[in-house]
Nanobody
Framework: QVQLAESGGGLVQLGGSLRLSCAAS????????MGWFRQAPGKERALIAT????????YYADSTKGRFTISRDYAKNAVYLQMNSLKPEDTAIYYC???????????????WGQGTQVTVSS
């Protein structure tokens, strides 16, 4: 099974950028559909970006479309989330997750990282 570890979170001002990293170990990320989730205070965890293992197709939540980009680096066995034009409502704990499914539902991700905090100040 794969182990996941996120990094790259922090405090950023309105309109700024961050790149989150998700380092994988144990198995290669090419074997999984990878997703980024986030959970804001008082809210449920939500899927915001997905990259399918079958063809690297990407999908984004409406709230992040055009601002966030998910990518995968096979050589480094890692997945990234580039976040631009950040807003205070992007403040959340961000999680990397992996699924064996080709097109997993949000509840079908089997492996999770510990999360990294992103705070956007106005």
């Amino acid at each position: 099974q794969v182990q996941l570890a996120e990094s790259g979170g922090g405090l950023v001002q309105l309109g700024g950028s961050l790149r989150l990293s998700c380092a994988a170990s144990g198995r290669t990320v090419s074997s999984y559909t990878m997703g980024w989730f986030r959970q804001a205070p008082g809210k449920e965890r939500a899927l915001i970006a997905t990259m399918l293992w079958s063809d690297n197709s990407t999908y984004y939540a409406d709230s992040t479309k055009g601002r966030f980009t998910i990518s995968r680096d096979y050589a480094k066995n890692a997945v990234y989330l580039q976040m631009n034009s950040l807003k205070p409502e992007d403040t959340a704990i961000y999680y990397c997750a992996a699924s064996h499914s080709i097109r997993p539902r949000p509840n079908e991700y089997e492996y999770w990282g510990q999360g990294t905090q992103v705070t956007v100040s106005s």
